[in-house]
């Protein structure tokens, strides 16, 4: 899935919104927070294992605000082939089994419950 990543994040280059958030001068959230009155951080991960469609990830990429049908134009559907291209000599039969790393920030005031 690394490949299907690094596929989208190519067309996503020309977006300069998403070339902020991936250099190394963005200010993350927990640092945001951190100088905010929501200081009190904690994070949750649920990490799980399900299957996808090839079709899934092409709608995934297109849900994305850098790599949308409408910012990407004529673009768009050579992505969807791209990616049906990359993965399907490695799906069974259209499906593919992705282990996905869910991840909550949770911010309040300290001294507040969390």
Known sequence: MED?????RGYAETDMAHVR???GTWVGHEAILLDS???ALEQVAVIERHQVTIEN????AFSRSSTAPDRLGDAAPRLASEIGTL?????DDGVLTEVVATNALLAWRP???S
């Open 87 to 91: 993965l399907s000599p490695i799906a």
């Open 37 to 39: 009155p929501f200081s």
């Open 21 to 23: 958030r991936r250099s």
């Open 111 to 113: 001294g507040e419950q």
């Open 4 to 8: 299907y990543q690094a596929l989208v």
């Open 57 to 60: 990830l092409v709608d995934r």
